[in-house]
């Protein structure tokens, strides 16, 4: 009998945790997702059924679960945003929501989270709207598995994927974001982790951090965006394991570093970039364990750029491994593998026996004097860059690799 | 005609020399390809034959040729035959000869290691590029009676197109780099067609450098499918005009 009474209690217990549950769709008691959000109480779930839903602005101002069953639509028609989280504890699960309006004084996204916690964006496809998802002042916020795409031409008049600001302890797994203006955006973004997106296509940056500090991102995909990502004034960014391809153009990037410090840069891959990676003002940086290949230009390190570490990476096929542009050196190489290396290895132990000068004479003088990437590659020019590596004038004689790998590392 | 074609590529084979140019274009290019890692350098390798090696084998051997069947042009002549018609013969023979020799030793290796873009275009730039340095040993060998005169001038143009040009464009770079002269650079490899095979070969070679800020306006031109075709005609410009303008002195010559 003892156990009867528990088992009911428990009952009661777990009813009132999970609240009770309200459907909305076509034929069933509610038909409109605002009534149902309105008649909920906290901690209610509300399961939103296969259909197109054309509410204007809906406002999640409480405690909510909201699922999305077989991917109904959510129109927003171009006219409002479409879904506000006004609320801690939001979930929002499983919606196509599509077409916000397009606003650049108020930024209405597809769904916006307004000074809220614990907010959960799962599953959705967010299509065509003038932002994906949008944070401000969020903590502890997961944004997870959706897919974001935008058809957007210019800069101006589309928003950021993900955009996230003044918030802290964020997740961002596992999203897809095509097209927009920046795929995941960061302004004053702290201790959140960015693991396993894929941001394609984007008219900026894949990825944009600004004064966003101890955070990490890890194993992500960017390929082809505007001018590649930017991680600018912040400090103690955590960068390992990901894919940064195809950002070609005047201004692209790979990585673009400004005004960065304390940071680490391991294990990515950079490839068929015009530039890898560029740096600027940035300060003890550790790059380790990166394969740099088919770049136009494998890291361009700018004077302004003290106490960073290159080590342990791999510099295969670029056209230029190495660039800057003063003379001024005040950063270490140590133990790389540069495929354009030409010493030898006498005692054996995998690393040449001659420092190797990564920075070539040419790419000193297109630093200087751009229209000369005219005679790349003539024999007037092999010839200087041969002449100047056996007796350094022009380049910096500290801008040296001591121990440079005989073989590439395996990445 | 065709007879005449045919005594002149019988002769050129007996001569032995371009078969060795052959063997060799084949030695370099496959070793270049198989000892690298990557097909890349083995493409750079090939780019300086292209640039280096083939404009030289061709001038020189063209224009010693030349002046060595002074005597069966001679004998041609004493036939009914039209000027136009010998020296025709004489341009074709030794083009074709050397066309082959290109595609046998360079062109394979290319075209079963390289990205078959890259392959194509380096081929058919090899071949444009030899032609245009048989015409200018055309031009240069009927420049002049003497024949250490003759070789001279055409040594001095290799020397010229593959050399000092770089070195004269380099310096005027660096005199006028206060200045937007991007543009008039481009007009300026014009001038010389070991510029522009090599600006072409790059686009494809380099191509993510071409793309960066000051490759754009290379890119923007050379990259278009209307840039490279005017390329190939300014290229296929710096054979006609050297070849016409030695028919026309050969025609007028007192021989």
């Known amino acids: ?411 | 005609m065709n007879r005449i074609i045919k005594y002149v590529i019988i002769d050129i084979l007996k001569n032995k020399i371009v078969v060795a140019y052959t063997i060799m274009l084949a030695v370099l290019s496959w070793s270049a390809f198989s000892l690298e890692d990557s097909s890349t350098k083995g493409m750079l390798t090939l780019l300086n034959i292209i640039l280096l090696t083939v404009p030289l084998v061709s001038i020189l051997f063209t224009t010693i040729y030349i002046y060595n069947s002074a005597e069966f042009i001679e004998l041609l002549l004493s036939q009914p035959i039209a000027r136009k018609k010998i020296w025709f013969s004489l341009f074709i023979g030794l083009s074709m000869s050397f066309i082959v020799s290109f595609i046998i030793g360079a062109g394979i290796p290319l075209l079963i290691y390289a990205p078959i873009n890259t392959g194509v275009m380096m081929l058919l730039l090899g071949v444009i590029i030899s032609v245009v340095f048989i015409s200018i040993a055309f031009l240069s060998s009927i420049t002049t009676r003497d024949k250490a005169k003759g070789i001279g001038m055409s040594i001095m143009l290799w020397l010229y197109f593959c050399l000092l040009f770089d070195g004269i464009v380099l310096f005027l770079l660096f005199q006028f780099s206060d200045y937007p002269i991007e543009k008039i650079m481009v007009i300026i490899t014009a001038l010389s067609p070991v510029d522009l095979a090599r600006i072409l070969i790059l686009l494809h070679l380099d191509v993510s450098a071409m793309l960066g800020y000051t490759g754009a306006i290379f890119k923007d031109f050379f990259g278009t499918t209307l840039g490279f075709l005017i390329s190939l005609c300014l290229l296929c410009l710096w054979f006609i005009v050297p070849y016409w303008i030695s028919l026309v002195r050969f025609r007028k010559k007192d021989l």
């Open chain 1, 1 to 411: 009998m003892n156990r009867f009474f528990y088992i009911v209690f428990l009952f009661f217990l777990v009813h009132n945790v999970l609240g009770k549950t309200i459907v909305v769709g076509k034929g069933q008691p509610y038909t409109k997702i605002k009534t149902a959000v309105h008649v909920a109480s906290p901690g209610d779930s509300i399961i939103v059924l296969k259909g197109v839903y054309k509410e204007g602005n809906i406002v999640i101002d409480k405690p909510l679960s909201l699922v999305g069953k077989n991917l109904p639509i959510l129109d927003g028609q171009k006219k409002y945003e479409v879904l506000s989280v006004k609320s801690n504890n939001v979930t929002i699960d499983g919606f196509v929501i599509q077409r916000s309006s397009v606003a650049t004084l108020d930024d209405p996204g597809g769904i916006k989270v307004y000074n809220s916690n614990y907010v959960v964006i799962q599953n959705c496809i967010l299509e065509d709207n003038f932002f994906g998802i949008y944070i401000q002042y969020g903590k502890h916020c997961i944004i997870r598995n959706n897919k974001i795409k935008a058809y957007g031409i210019e800069e101006q008049q589309i928003g950021n994927g993900i955009h996230c600001w003044k918030s802290d302890s964020l997740l961002i797994i596992g999203n897809k974001v095509d097209g927009h203006r920046d795929g995941i955006y960061f302004e004053f973004v702290t201790g959140s982790t960015i693991w396993r997106n894929i941001a394609n296509n984007n008219i900026r940056y894949g990825l944009h951090f600004m004064f966003s500090n101890d955070d990490a991102y890890i194993c992500n995909v960017f390929k082809n965006n505007g001018a590649g990502v930017a991680v600018m004034f912040t400090k103690n960014v955590k960068m390992y394991n990901n894919y940064f391809s195809e950002n070609w153009g005047d201004a692209a990037y790979g990585l673009l570093l400004k005004e960065i410090s304390d940071s680490y840069i391991v294990g990515n891959h950079f490839e068929n970039n015009t530039t890898g990676i560029f740096m600027e003002g940035t300060s003890r940086i550790i790059a380790e364990k990166n394969s740099i290949k088919q770049n136009g230009w494998g890291m361009k390190i700018q004077a302004s750029c003290m106490d960073n570490t290159i080590k342990k990476n791999n510099f295969i096929a670029n056209t230029f491994d190495i660039s800057t542009n003063g003379t001024l050196v005040l950063n270490t190489f140590d133990n790389n593998y540069w495929d354009k290396y030409e010493g030898y290895d006498l005692n054996k132990d995998k690393i040449g026996d001659l420092p190797y000068h990564p920075l070539s004479l040419f790419s000193v003088i297109v630093e200087k004097n751009p229209p000369a990437m005219l005679l790349f590659r003539s024999f007037m020019v092999t010839l200087l860059d041969k002449s100047e590596k056996i007796i350094p004038s022009l380049t910096p004689d500290n801008f040296i690799d001591n121990s440079p790998l005989m073989r590439p590392l395996l990445l």
